[in-house]
Nanobody, 115 residues
Framework: QVRLVESGGGLVQPGGSLRLSCAASGSIFSINTMAWYRQAPGKERELVAGITKGGTRNYLDSVKDRFTISRDNAKNTVYLQMSSLKPEDTAVYYC?????????WGQGTQVTVFS
């Protein structure tokens, strides 16, 4: 089993920044890709950014120039630096860790961008 604990959500004005963190513990040896997803009210959960153990990254088009995903393998932690936040970024953000056999999810952290 893998446990994921997220932190760093909150309220921010448009144009502001937030940094999300997700610490993994447990059977982390099997984890390759870690990622951030988000789900806004009434919408499906979507992949925001992902990063492999080797550092290959991918992003949702709408966040490509504003968000940066990074990973500290020594600390088993993945980060999402979010800049130039927009109201449409408002959602619950979930950390995900994928092994060849399972997907693991964090509890989610709320990000609200408001004027």
């Amino acid at each position: 089993q893998v446990r994921l604990v997220e932190s760093g959500g909150g309220l921010v004005q448009p144009g502001g920044s937030l940094r999300l963190s997700c610490a993994a513990s447990g059977s982390i040896f099997s984890i390759n890709t870690m990622a951030w997803y988000r789900q806004a009210p009434g919408k499906e959960r979507e992949l925001v950014a992902g990063i492999t153990k080797g550092g290959t990254r991918n992003y949702l088009d709408s966040v490509k120039d504003r968000f940066t995903i990074s990973r500290d393998n020594a600390k088993n932690t993945v980060y999402l630096q979010m800049s130039s936040l927009k109201p449409e970024d408002t959602a619950v953000y979930y950390c995900n860790a994928a092994s060849p056999w399972n997907d693991y999810w964090g509890q989610g952290t709320q990000v609200t961008v408001f004027s």
